[in-house]
């Protein structure tokens, strides 16, 4: 028979071995409103066993890993290129340059500068003809109503009546132009010229790691060679032949994208230079024909009557 316990009177455990000894401990224990312990070794205890891993718990693993090592890539890059253009902006550091390449893609960004310029007058020109066509529109009315109630005077406001609405119509066609003009300088600044202008941020991104992998590669070669340094330089000229290509690669695009983009401007401004010079002189000559011709010639069609506000102005 194996020892029993149970809680003494004044709280301690009581161990006995005799048969009348456990009964009595059993009694004990109930009359005091304690479960019985049991022989001692007997008590079961919980078993802790380990799952093993899951082929979800190995996909797990394995992107964790993955986004580390894009993390650790990512910050390695971020330090060299971090230190290459600090070294640039000190003058410690080299920096690869293409001066024919350079010049351009200053010209573009100069260039794009004086169009923005131009596109905000064309806006501000638009508005105020668009402002001055609802007055001349509202003072049409105002004499031909004037006309009306003014026997003495109907002839006088009759003709300046017309001559307003006149106005009025030679302006809405005139106006139809400028739109047209503005929608243009509009389409070349903000999506070709800035597609362009992606292109060089990639390029110059490239440049800076291009030149702080070859940095990289220079200061090992000028090291010590041995073992731990040789799979090192193999490595980081692995690296920067990579980077080199990249590089190559958009530089050759940019070259590509400007000078396409510089046919492209040609083109386009010669035709809205055109239309912009033969529009506003006829409109000021007063002459509706070549104003309405003009327009047929460019295929510039018209706002419907009604319209409130030029298309430009509703899509902003």
């Given amino acids: 028979m194996k020892p029993a316990l149970c809680l003494g009177a004044m709280g301690a455990l009581v161990m006995d071995s005799s048969p009348q000894g456990h009964r009595c401990v059993c009694l004990c224990l109930r009359k005091a409103g304690v479960r019985e312990l049991g022989p001692l070794g007997s008590g079961r205890h919980q078993s802790h066993s380990t799952t093993p891993a899951g082929p979800g718990d190995e996909v797990a693993r394995g992107i964790a ?77 105002a004499f031909a109503d004037l006309s009306q109630k003014s026997p003495e005077l109907q002839e006088e406001f009759g003709y300046n009546a017309e001559t307003q609405k006149l106005l009025c119509k030679n302006g809405e066609t005139l106006l139809g132009a400028v739109n047209f003009f503005v929608s243009s300088i509009n389409t070349l600044v903000t999506k070709t010229m800035e597609d362009t202008l992606m292109t060089v941020k990639q390029y110059e991104a490239a440049r800076l790691e291009y030149d702080a992998y070859r940095t990289d590669l220079e200061e090992l070669s000028l090291g010590p060679r041995d ?20 590089y190559e690669k958009l530089r050759g695009d940019v ?42 010639q460019f295929n510039i069609k018209l706002r419907p009557p009604g319209a409130e506000k030029p298309s430009w102005l509703e899509e902003q």
């Fill in 65 to 141: 890993g993955e986004k580390f090592d894009i993390v650790k890539k990512w910050g390695i890059n971020t330090y060299k290129c971090t230190k290459q253009l600090l070294s640039e902006r000190f003058g410690r550091g080299s920096r690869t340059v293409d001066l024919e390449l350079e010049l351009q893609i200053e010209l573009l960004r100069e260039t794009k500068r004086k169009y923005e310029s131009v596109l905000q007058l064309g806006r501000a020109l638009t508005a105020h003809l668009y402002s001055l066509l609802q007055t001349q529109h509202a003072l049409g009315d």
């Fill in 255 to 296: 070259a590509i994208k400007l000078k396409f983009l510089e046919e492209n401007k040609i083109k386009v401004m010669h035709k809205q230079l055109l239309l912009f010079h033969n529009a506003v002189s006829a409109y000021f000559a007063g002459n509706q024909k070549q104003l309405e011709q003009t327009l047929q």
């Fill in 227 to 246: 073992a731990g340094t040789r799979g090192r330089l193999e490595s980081a000229q692995a690296t920067f032949q990579a980077h080199r290509d990249k």
